[in-house]
């Protein structure tokens, strides 16, 4: 069974750091580009950040440029998505989803940043 | 900044039809943008229902299609149900970024 699952979610103050982790099983990790999708509180989906197989390749949204890099690990099938000097508006719960047919969503962490 | 405009709200009847479109600021949506389209339900997680204009995933239900349509992509729901009741995103690619239109609230009434 497909499976995506996000960690690393929870109350930070703004300005801080935060990673967040996607672990996947049931398939063949390495063979999909990976995404991370946010949606804040009452909003829409925002596209985050996404990364190639080999994870040479990546982008971001302008909202998250220079703060946020997203990186992977194969051999631990695993996606991450380190989150710095975050603001008050990267509140939301965080999604990784599987590919370019989007195959596949995890559940979400959630993060709040809050004084 | 590009934006990706959908209908704020629709409302259909059960049994009837629907088309839910998407459009871009930056003109015509064509099969390069590889347009993509997501259920939302309250709670949960989105759901892929179409992707690249008009590829259904094997749980898509065959109510659902995906097409171009007069310069935009579009996502038609033929005899609706009345658990299609959600919110309803599509996605376009601009070469590496990615931008989510702002839903769509279908309400099956």
């Known amino acids: 069974e497909v499976q995506l699952v996000e960690s690393g979610g929870g109350l930070v103050q703004p300005g801080g750091s935060l990673k967040l982790s996607c672990a996947a099983s049931g398939f063949t990790f390495s063979s999909y580009e990976m995404n991370w999708v946010r949606q804040a509180p009452g909003k829409g989906l925002e596209w985050v950040s996404c990364i190639s197989t080999g994870g040479d390749t990546v982008y971001y949204a302008d909202s998250v440029k220079g703060r946020f890099t997203i990186s992977r690990d194969n051999a631990q099938n695993s996606l991450g998505l380190q989150m710095n000097s975050l603001k008050d508006e990267d509140t939301a719960i965080y999604y990784c989803?599987?590919?370019?047919?989007?195959?596949?969503w995890g559940q979400g962490a959630l993060v709040t940043v809050s004084s | 900044q590009t934006v990706v405009t959908q209908e704020p709200s629709l409302t259909v009847s059960p049994g009837g039809t629907v088309t839910l479109t998407c459009a871009s600021s930056?003109?015509?949506?064509?099969?390069?943008?590889?347009p993509n389209w997501f259920q939302q339900k309250p709670g949960q997680a989105p759901r892929t229902l179409i992707y690249?204009?008009?590829n259904k995933h094997s749980w898509t239900p065959a109510r659902f299609s995906g097409s171009l349509l007069g310069g935009k992509a579009a996502l038609t729901l033929s005899g609706v149900q009345p658990e299609d009741e959600a919110e309803y995103y599509c996605l376009l690619y601009y070469g590496g970024a990615r931008v989510f239109g702002g839903g769509t609230k279908l309400t099956v009434l």
């Open positions: 690249s204009t008009d």
């Open positions: 989803a599987r590919g370019s047919a989007w195959s596949a």
């Open positions: 930056t003109g015509a949506v064509t099969s390069d943008y590889y």
